[in-house]
C-alpha cells in the first residue's frame, strides 16, 4: 500500500521549528487533503497544521511539547493520494504552514534530533542504515555536482540543533568538512572536529554502521558546570516565542543608544469624557484606544519616531502613516499584534480592533501577518498595575510610548490642592535619530491632547 510522509514544511520568515501543541487526528482516522491534522506553536503563533494528503493515518510523529524542526517527518498516510508535490527536486519548499509564505530557494530539511523508541523510524543523523549508506555511495558519481555548489554557499550549517552543539564544543562550523547530502555540516561532523569521533572509515558520508555505533556512546554535548544554590526542581526549555523575545530584546539593548522622558499626564477631564463617548448600551472605548489615536495625531506631527533604521543603521526610512504594535502580556509571553495603517482609523475602530486583536494574541491565534512589520508601539502597562517602566524598543523601531496606571492623587490646580487622576506617560527613543528636544516635544504633543480631549474632537 502507497505510504505518502508528510514533514514539517518551511515555515518562512527565518523560523525553523515549531512546537507540538496537539494532535487533531489519531493513528487510523481517515482524513482528507487540507485536513488539520495537528496544532503547532511557532515563535509566531498557534497555528493549524493542515494535510497534503487524503487517506488512513498511519503513523503520528511526536508528542504534545516535541520540538519539530522544518523538514521532519509529521505524518504517514496510507492508500491516499497528494494534494500538494513534495517537490522532491529542492525547486521549491513545497507544501508551506497556514499563514506562512515560501521560500525561494530549496527547501531546508533538518536532520532529526536523537529520539527515544517512539520517535523512530530513520532521518536522525545518528540513525542512517548501511542500506541508506550503500544508496549514498550508488549516488556519488550524481553528488558531485551538489557538492561543488555546497562549497559555493555561505552557511554550511542547516540544523540549529547542529549550529548549537558546535557553539557549545568550541567548533567553528566554516572550518569543519562538511558530508551532509546536500552539502551541510552535520552533528557526525562537528563531533569528528571535536575529536569526540574516531576519523569515518568506509562510505565516509557519516552514515555508515561503524559511525551510528560511534555516536551511542558520546554525549549529545558537554554539560556546563555550575554551583546550584538549592536543588533543583525543575528545568524549563524556552519556547519558541521566548527565544525569539530573548534574542530581539538582546538586540535591542546592544545596538540601540536608547534615551527615556517621562511626563505626568492629569486625565481628569479625559476620564470624566470617556464614559460619554459611547453611544446608549454601548461600551466606551478604552483608554488605550483613545491614547492611541491622540498618539497618532501627535505622529503626524514627530512622523522620525514612527520611522524605522535601515539595515546599515545610517538612514531611517519615514513612512506615510503609521503600523501601530501594541504589547499584549499573554500566557506566552509579550507579543507586539499590529494594527496596519492605524493611522487611517477613528478611535471607535481602533477600540474594536485592539479588543479583537488583543483577545487573538491571548489565545495564540494571532495571524502570522499582524505580528510584523510595526513602526511604532504603545504599551499600556497600567494593566500590570504598575506605574511607570523603563521599555525596551522593539526593533528595528525607534520609539515606544508607554502609560501607567492611572491614580487619584493630590495635584495643585490654580493654587489650590485636588483630587485629580494622574498617570504616568514614558517615551523611549533611539537618540541616534532624534535629539531630547524632539521627543520632548512629541511628548508634550501627546500630553496636550490628553489634558484637553476635545481639542482633537475633528480628528478623533
Known sequence: ???????????????????????????????????????????????ELPSPFAGVVAKLHGSQGDALLTGE????????????????????????????????????????????????????????????????????AAAAPAALEATRRTVAVRSPIVRRLARELGVDPRSVPATGSDGAVTRTDVLRAAHLLKPAEGSGAGGSAGVESQLESVPAAPAVPHDSPLPIARIERFSPLRRVVSDKLTRSRAEIPEATVWVDVDLTELWALRSRMAQPGERAPSLTAILARYTLIALQQFPILAGRLTATGDAIEIYEGVNLGIAVDTSRGLMVPVLPRADELTVGVLDSELRALSALAREGRTPPERLRDSTFTLNNYGGLGVDGSAA??????VAMLGIGRVLERAWVVDGRIEPRRIAQ???????????????????????DLLEHPLRAYPRL
Open 1 to 47: 500500500m502507497n505510504t505518502q510522509v508528510f514533514r514539517l514544511p518551511d515555515l518562512g520568515e527565518g523560523l525553523t521549528e515549531a512546537a507540538l501543541v496537539q494532535w487533531l487526528v489519531a493513528v487510523g482516522d481517515t482524513i482528507g487533503i487540507d485536513q488539520p491534522i495537528a496544532e503547532v506553536e511557532t515563535a509566531k503563533s498557534i497555528v
Open 425 to 447: 506617560l514614558s517615551l523611549v527613543f533611539d537618540h541616534r535619530v532624534c535629539d531630547g528636544g524632539y521627543a520632548a516635544g512629541f511628548l508634550r504633543a501627546v500630553t
Open 392 to 397: 525596551i524598543i522593539n526593533h528595528p523601531e
Open 73 to 140: 517527518p509529521v505524518i504517514e498516510v496510507e492508500g491516499g493520494e497528494a494534494g500538494v508535490r513534495e517537490d522532491p527536486e529542492g525547486s521549491g519548499s513545497g507544501n508551506v504552514l497556514i499563514g506562512y509564505g515560501t521560500n525561494s530557494g530549496p527547501a531546508k530539511g533538518r536532520r532529526r534530533r536523537a529520539s527515544g523508541a517512539g520517535r523512530a523510524g530513520g532521518g536522525s543523523a545518528a540513525g542512517a542504515s548501511a542500506g541508506v549508506a550503500a544508496d549514498a555511495a550508488a549516488g556519488s
